[in-house]
């Protein structure tokens, strides 16, 4: 946990990561949203809230807006569990290979030598393939609009012009495609 300090205000945040040096703190406006913070950035300020309540606030400087308050350092009860020196770069470095890493630490890049990767979950799903598409009839109907199949979509967002539905045309023959958007009524 790390503690930042605003006033009589205490902020905790849970599940940061400490780089000892970085000489500037980040804090993720995605993160505070979701333990339930509301951010607000306007006219060169920014302000967190919970609630009613006023938790920070800051200025804009530059492109960045920084916090009024101080972080309190030395103040961190869990650190993320990296299991050993080999891991912490396997995932620095995109997930590298057990090859790409031992190459590096041959040229003396890093200090991790005779170490072996565990299991990665994140490298398993990246190498995971979806099964192929099974079409019932390989073969196509002979003329055009002899069959047209449809389809009717919601979106989750409305067009320019107010559509929150489409409704889709495919000709089995040429493949053509229709697509036209509505408005439900």
Not at 74 to 101: P, T, V
Not at 163 to 176: E, T
Request: net charge positive.
């Amino acid at each position: 946990m790390h503690l930042i300090v605003d006033g009589t205000n205490e902020l905790v945040l849970h599940d940061v990561r400490y780089v000892p040096s970085i000489k500037k703190s980040l804090l993720s406006v995605g993160q505070m949203d979701m333990h339930g913070y509301s951010t607000l950035f306007e006219k060169g300020s920014w302000k967190l809230i919970k609630g009613s309540r006023l938790i920070v606030k800051g200025t804009k400087k530059g492109t960045l807006y920084c916090l009024h308050g101080k972080a309190l350092m030395g103040k961190f009860i869990a650190l993320a569990e990296i299991h050993s020196h080999m891991e912490l770069w396997h995932k620095r470095l995109g997930h590298m290979s057990q090859k790409g890493l031992d190459k590096l630490c041959n040229l003396d890049k890093f200090d991790a030598k005779g170490s072996k990767l565990d299991f990665c979950n994140e490298c398993q799903y990246g190498k995971q393939v979806r099964n192929s598409y099974y079409c019932s009839s390989l073969s196509h109907k002979p003329n055009l609009l002899d069959l047209v199949r449809s389809n009717v979509c919601s979106m989750p967002t409305k067009s320019m012009g107010g559509a929150l539905y489409f409704i889709l045309f495919v000709d089995d023959h040429s493949r053509k495609l229709w697509v036209y958007l509505f408005v439900k009524i």
